[in-house]
């Protein structure tokens, strides 16, 4: 059984304490026993969770694992705290605010011999997968994505950042990316902004990503890509899938505690996490010159 403390209980932290209280029968996420959860307010337990104190959690030989679910502008303390203390980790995206500082902790992780997995249930939705699914095998021309959402919270930080799982997609669909130009539309007044950034493909094709926020602004994709043989202009419905999007992350990272996913694979998402935060990285230089 691998011990575990949740830092941060918000919406995702919730799930976090809700998925190992009842995690999927017989997957590995079954040995996976939370212990405590740490927040800067005073909780009452939680069916049976008790509120910790990072001091504690650190120096408890029982506690193996911490989830960093706290606003984006703390993972990389909590995270470096964690490994620090030779103890695995899994930070919901984007794991830190800066490429530099997301390698450093990869090689802190390497260093102290454990594992630290960057959550990404926006690969694990059934609309990615059908979108996948279709896009295979397309030469494509050029391309936009565009997300609108709500205003951002507080401590959510650059948009390259707290929208890195738009961005995870594009790599996932057209590879390696990188940022020709970068723009910044902001009206702090009304909490409205919006981020335009400029990419190339491989094969110097043209993707623009759009992140666009503000108060009543509806949740929401849109696409449209131009491939050799068609255009795309909707992502295809798919019917949800069994299990959470939470649970099946949790299932993934259970299973390379218990090493059974491979090296090859685990290189992979290394490559990809950092591409994507350096693109982040880029593209704020860019849009806040
Ligand atoms: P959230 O706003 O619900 O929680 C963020 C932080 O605020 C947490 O540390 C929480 O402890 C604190 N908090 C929440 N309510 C509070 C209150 N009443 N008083 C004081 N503090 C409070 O945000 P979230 O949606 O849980 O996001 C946390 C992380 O998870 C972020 O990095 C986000 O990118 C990531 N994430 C969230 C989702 C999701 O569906 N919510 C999906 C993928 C990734």
């Known amino acids: 059984m691998w011990g575990a403390v949740v830092v941060g209980v918000g919406t995702a932290g919730w799930v976090r304490i809700k998925d190992m209280l009842v995690p999927l029968p017989g997957s590995p996420a079954a040995n996976l026993c939370v212990k405590g959860f ?58 830190t605010m800066s490429y530099k500082a997301a390698v450093e902790l ?18 694990l939705t059934e609309d990615f997968k059908a979108l996948q699914r279709e896009v295979e095998g397309k030469i494509l021309q050029e391309g936009t ?23 995870t ?30 990419l190339l493909t491989s094969d110097n094709r043209p993707l623009t990503w759009i992140e666009e926020r503000g108060p009543g602004l509806p949740r929401s994709k ?23 999007l939470f649970m099946q992350d949790l299932i993934h990272f259970s299973a390379k505690l218990a090493g059974q996913v491979s090296a090859e694979q685990l290189h992979r998402e290394r490559t990809r996490v950092l591409h994507c935060l350096e693109l982040a990285d880029r593209i704020q230089q860019l849009a806040l010159k």
Not at 145 to 167: D, W
Not at 222 to 244: E, K, M, W, Y
Request: hydrophobic residues 40%; aromatic residues 8%.
């Open 222 to 244: 849109s696409i449209n890509f131009h491939f050799d043989s068609c255009t795309l202009t909707q992502i295809p419905p798919a019917p949800r899938g069994d299990v959470g």
């Open 106 to 123: 990869w090689d802190l992780a390497q260093k102290k011999g454990v594992i630290l997995h960057e959550e990404h249930i926006e690969l």
């Open 38 to 95: 740490i927040s800067r307010r005073s909780l009452e337990p939680h069916q049976g969770v008790s509120q910790i104190s990072t001091e504690e959690a650190v120096s408890r030989e029982d506690i193996h694992v911490a989830f960093v679910c706290t606003e984006n502008v703390l993972h990389e303390d909590n995270v470096r705290t964690f490994l620090q203390a030779g103890k695995h980790v899994c930070v919901e995206y984007p794991m």
């Open 169 to 198: 997609w594009l790599v996932e669909l057209f590879g390696e990316l990188s940022v020709a130009a970068a723009t910044m539309e902001e009206d702090s007044g009304n909490d409205y902004s919006k981020m335009t950034a400029k």
């Open 145 to 167: 994505l565009h997300f609108t959402g709500g205003a951002l919270k507080p401590g959510f930080g650059f948009q390259a950042f707290s929208g890195i799982a738009r961005l």
